[in-house]
């Protein structure tokens, strides 16, 4: 079935501990997202890419890093997580920047302690 | 910079009646603009969406007008069923991202 996967569906992290999440789409979508979903604060960017090769800051990109050595895959690294950190993460992609729907993932919980 | 706002929820509403979920925006131009909805324990999805003025977006019973004058795109049901609980999310096309209002958090009791 097409669409984002998007792994480990829920995480428990020590502080201070570096933590990949996974995010892959088979739609060969160009434009990728990360998100953070916390209560009260709605959906806020974190980084972007408009197509392989490229990345972006969105909204919130301090102790998050992206890359997108190709199309289908967008982790996102957290290098020394903090109990900040701690959220619900979406990734997201759309057929360019120009197109007008998201396609989301299930979603990552993580809980950094 | 471009931002949406969106009614503050819970809201919370008995079987059949009728459902408005206030949305505006501030934006340069005239972007798309959606409303996405989130059932429990799932990711975002796409509900209807306007792409430009007094265009009407619908669909599962939801409708959206996108009002330029008023820069609004509320969302609108006329028989709210239990189903429709979840939280919605009213957004807009900018600049290489979609932004996101806060979300409103929609109950419905039987």
């Known amino acids: 079935i097409a669409g984002i996967t998007q792994a480990p569906t829920s995480q428990i992290l020590a502080a201070g501990r570096r933590m990949t999440l996974r995010c892959t789409q088979d739609m060969r979508h160009n434009a990728m997202y990360w998100y953070r979903q916390d209560l009260g604060l709605g959906l806020r960017l974190i980084h972007y890419?408009?197509?392989?090769?490229?990345?972006g800051k969105g909204e919130v990109p301090d102790g998050y890093s992206v890359s997108r050595a190709n199309t289908d895959d967008f982790p996102l690294t957290l290098a020394s997580a903090v109990p900040s950190q701690t959220s619900v993460y979406f990734c997201?992609?759309?057929?360019?920047?120009?197109?007008?729907?998201?396609?989301f993932g299930q979603g990552t919980r993580l809980t950094v302690v | 910079g471009d931002s949406v706002t969106q009614m503050e929820g819970p809201v919370t509403l008995s079987e059949e009646a009728f459902l408005t979920i206030n949305c505006t925006y501030t934006a340069t131009g005239y972007p798309s603009l959606f409303w996405y909805v989130q059932y429990p324990g799932e990711g975002l999805q796409l509900l209807l969406k306007?792409?430009?003025?007094?265009d009407k977006g619908s669909n599962k019973g939801f409708e959206a007008t996108y009002r330029k004058e008023t820069t609004s795109f509320h969302l609108e049901k006329g028989s709210v069923q239990v189903s429709d609980s979840a939280v919605y999310f009213c957004?807009?096309?900018?600049?290489?991202?979609?932004?996101f209002g806060k979300g409103t958090r929609l109950h419905i009791l039987p």
């Open positions: 890419s408009n197509t392989a090769g490229t990345t």
């Open positions: 306007a792409t430009k003025a007094d």
């Open positions: 997201a992609s759309r057929v360019d920047r120009m197109n007008t729907e998201a396609f």
């Open positions: 957004a807009l096309r900018g600049d290489d991202k979609i932004i």
